[in-house]
C-alpha cells in the first residue's frame, strides 16, 4: 500500500520556519523542567512523595461526590481517577496535603462517613517518601542523558559524528516538545509520563536513523548534485515510510488515548503527543540540522562545483 506517491517537497528550504517553532517548543520545555526541578509543575507521588489508595466499592461511586467528600474533610487537594473495572476510585495525595497521621486510614475513614450504605474494600495503598521521589527524580535525569549520549555514540559508529549530533539534537527536541506541551496542560508529571517520553525517545530514533541511511546512500550516489537537494531527496524518498509507520503508530496510540481508561489515558496522551512531534522532527529537525553541520564544517560547499572530488573523497573514506 503507498500512500503518498513519489514526492519533491523542499523540506529543507522550510527549515528556518521549523527552527523557529522547535526553539519556541525547546525552551517552554526548558522552563518546564526547572518548574520539575524546583516542584513547581504538577508532581505526580512518584516524584513528590505522597499515598496512593485504591478502593474497590460495592456499587458505583460518582468521582464528582467523592472529590466533594474529600474536600469537606480537608483533602481538596487529593487527585482522583476512576477506574470503572470493579467500580474502583485511585485517590493520590502528596505529602504537602496531610502532612499527619496514617494517610491511607483517614482517606477510609472519610468514605466510611461519607458513604456508609456503600461498602468498600482497600485494593491496593502505597506510600512514597520525599527521599524516594528525590532519588527517582534523580535516577530519571540520568537515564535520559545515558540515553541521549548512547545515542550520539551509536549514531557516530554508524554514519558520522554530525550524523549523531543531529539525531541527538533531534531526540532531546522530542523530550523537550513533550514536557513543554504537558507543563502548558498543567498535567501530571510522573513516571508513567517518564516511561512515554523514553519510548519516543527510541521511535523518534528509529525514524531519524531511517532518513539518514537514505540521505548517506543518496551522498555516495549523487556528488554532481548540491547537497541540499541532496538531503531534500533522503526526506522525501522515505516520505511515505514515515507517514504510514507514523500513521498506524498513532492509530494505537489514539485508541488506547480514547478507551484505555482514566489510569492509562495520561501516558496514551504522552505517546500521542510524541508521535506527532517525533514525525515532525524526523523530517524538519534532524536532516536541516545535519546539513547545517556540514555546510558550517567547510568541508563540503553548498554547491557541487568544485567540491565534487573532495565530497567523494571524504565518502569513500567513511566506506
Known amino acids: 500500500m503507498q500512500l503518498i506517491k513519489a514526492t519533491n517537497i523542499d523540506f529543507i528550504g522550510k527549515r528556518k520556519i521549523a527552527f523557529t517553532i522547535s526553539a519556541i517548543l525547546a525552551l517552554v520545555g526548558i522552563i518546564g523542567i526547572v518548574q520539575i526541578a524546583r516542584n513547581a509543575a504538577n508532581m505526580g507521588i512518584d516524584f513528590s512523595g505522597g499515598t496512593a489508595v485504591q478502593l474497590e466499592f460495592r456499587q458505583p461511586v460518582s468521582i464528582e461526590k467523592a472529590r466533594e467528600a474529600l ?5 481538596k487537594e ?3 481517577q476512576e477506574v470503572k473495572e470493579g467500580n474502583n476510585l485511585l ?3 502528596g505529602k504537602t496535603t496531610l502532612a499527619t497521621g496514617n494517610v491511607s486510614d483517614t482517606i477510609t475513614e472519610v468514605f466510611k462517613k461519607e458513604f456508609p450504605d456503600n461498602s468498600f474494600v482497600v485494593a491496593s495503598s502505597s506510600e512514597i517518601g520525599p527521599s524516594i521521589g528525590d532519588k527517582l527524580k534523580k535516577d530519571t535525569l540520568v537515564a535520559v542523558g545515558i540515553s541521549m549520549l548512547g545515542i550520539v555514540i551509536y549514531i557516530a559508529w554508524r554514519f558520522d559524528f554530525r550524523f549523531g549530533l543531529g539525531a541527538t539534537i533531534a531526540t532531546l527536541h522530542d523530550v523537550l516538545a513533550m514536557i513543554a506541551v504537558f507543563y502548558l496542560m498543567n498535567k501530571e508529571i510522573n513516571l508513567l509520563f517518564i516511561t512515554a517520553v523514553l519510548t519516543i525517545a527510541g521511535y523518534s530514533l528509529t525514524d531519524t536513523v531511517v532518513v539518514f541511511d537514505r540521505i548517506r546512500e543518496n551522498l555516495h ?3 554532481h548534485v548540491p547537497i541540499a537537494e541532496v538531503f531534500n531527496g533522503g526526506i522525501n524518498d522515505v516520505l511515505s515510510r514515515t507517514v504510514i509507520t507514523s500513521l498506524t503508530t498513532f492509530l494505537a496510540a489514539i485508541s488506547l488515548l480514547l478507551f ?3 489510569v492509562i489515558h495520561d501516558f496514551a496522551l504522552a505517546l500521542v503527543v510524541g508521535i506527532v512531534v517525533a514525525t515532525y522532527s524526523s523530517i524538519f529537525v534532524a536532516s536541516p540540522i545535519v546539513l547545517e553541520l556540514e555546510l558550517r564544517s567547510g568541508k563540503i560547499g553548498k554547491k557541487a562545483g568544485g567540491d565534487v572530488a ?5 565518502f569513500q573514506e567513511e566506506s
Open 91 to 93: 485517590i493520590k495525595i
Open 310 to 314: 573532495e565530497r567523494g573523497q571524504k
Open 71 to 75: 474536600a469537606r474533610n480537608h483533602l
Open 78 to 80: 487529593a487527585n482522583l
Open 221 to 223: 550516489k549523487n556528488l
Open 260 to 262: 484505555g481508561g482514566e
